[in-house]
């Protein structure tokens, strides 16, 4: 089955502990990109990857990292989190954003004491 | 703000009546979509219009594209309780990789 896989799906952690989320797609997709969900004010862009090796920042990259080291993997590393980076975050991958639809994970709900 | 922004905010109706969203955006774009996302839940493609089209369909789906005016606007015709869900429109720019989500319509269906 195609699917973007997101894990963990609910996070509680406290500040400054780093931690990953880990995004995985079986579809061989070039593209894949993170977003952040916050009441009112609908998914905003963290980073995304246009291929392997390539990553660049979407609208609010601060206090996140990314890495794309093969092609199914995207995961997203908070160095150092606080509680303004509790959210609802989404990964999402694309054969390329100009010609194809995105699958979206499930999600992950991470929330930063 | 944003790239895409819908209107409006929130949408209650009855079931069988038709609903209507709109979207704006800002800057030239290579295509744009609409999703679909209940209630906490991962965001589900409905539709794909490209910057050289004007009307798409897709079953009780409509969709069109002033780009003239940038702006995008989804029709769901004979709705259903089921289609109770927040709907966003997604903007893919021209030549890069950055896409941007509008801040969603809630639509309630009542039965």
């Known amino acids: 089955e195609a699917q973007v896989t997101q894990n963990p799906r609910y996070l509680i952690t406290v500040t400054g502990k780093k931690l990953t989320v880990t995004c995985s797609q079986n579809?061989?997709?070039?593209?894949m990109s993170w977003y952040r969900q916050d009441p009112g004010l609908g998914l905003r862009q963290i980073y995304y990857?246009?291929?392997?090796?390539?990553?660049d920042k979407g609208d609010v990259p601060e206090g996140y990292k990314v890495s794309r080291k093969e092609k199914r993997n995207f995961p997203l590393i908070l160095e150092s989190p606080s509680p303004n980076q509790t959210s609802l975050y989404f990964c999402?991958?694309?054969?390329?954003?100009?010609?194809?639809?995105?699958?979206f994970g499930q999600g992950t709900r991470l929330t930063v004491v | 703000s944003q790239q895409g922004e819908e209107d409006p905010q929130a949408l209650s109706i009855q079931e069988g009546e038709n609903a209507t969203m709109n979207c704006s955006y800002k800057?030239?774009?290579?295509?744009l979509q609409w999703y679909r996302q209940n209630s906490g839940r991962g965001l589900v493609h409905l539709i794909l219009?490209?910057?050289?089209?004007r009307e798409k369909h897709s079953g009780r789906l409509r969709v069109t594209l002033d780009t003239s005016k940038k702006s995008s606007s989804l029709l769901i015709t004979a709705s259903r309780a089921a289609d109770t869900a927040s709907y966003f429109c997604?903007?893919?720019?021209?030549?890069?990789?950055?896409?941007?989500f509008g801040d969603g319509t809630t639509l309630t269906v009542k039965p």
């Open positions: 800057t030239s774009i290579n295509n």
């Open positions: 990857s246009m291929n392997v090796e390539v990553t």
């Open positions: 999402a991958s694309s054969p390329y954003p100009r010609t194809g639809e995105a699958f």
């Open positions: 579809m061989n997709h070039e593209y």
């Open positions: 219009i490209r910057s050289n089209e």
């Open positions: 997604a903007t893919a720019y021209t030549n890069a990789g950055k896409s941007t």
